[in-house]
Every structure is written in C-alpha cells, then in structure tokens.
C-alpha cells in the first residue's frame, strides 16, 4: 500500500477502507464463481479464514496453502 500523499489520518483511514470493500467483493466473486462451477473444480483455493469457512459452508472441498 502506498502510505504518502495522504492529507489527513482520515484520508488515509478512507483509503484502507475502500481497499477493504475492494477485497470482501473481489473474495465473494471468487466464491461465487466456484460454486458455479463446484461440479467442474476438485477443490476451492484460498488462504482467507472467512472465504474458506464460507465456502466450507457452501460443501466445497477447500485448500489452505500455509493455513495452520
């Protein structure tokens, strides 16, 4: 994440934030689309805790490259 060029702490408080909302969609796509596709895939790939308890619920079989 770039840190300079930020006028105020809310500034920079906006920007985390608008990243955050950026990657909750960009993870639900993700999950949306092997659910679609569940009968075409053998497992569904992520390292995000809530993605992979999501898709645990959904009856994907899930794979958590480094997750302990």
């Known amino acids: 994440r770039a840190t ?3 006028v105020c702490p809310v500034q920079r408080a906006l920007v985390e934030l608008r990243e955050a909302v950026i ?5 639900r796509e ?8 569940r009968d075409q895939i053998s497992a569904f790939v992520t390292d995000d805790k809530r993605l992979r308890d999501a898709a645990e619920v959904e009856g994907l079989t899930v794979v958590s490259p480094g997750a302990e």
């Not at 993700?30 to 596709?37: D, F, G, K, M, P």
């Open 4 to 6: 300079h060029g930020f």
């Open 23 to 27: 990657s909750d969609v960009l993870a």
């Open 30 to 37: 993700h999950l949306a689309s092997a659910i679609s596709i």
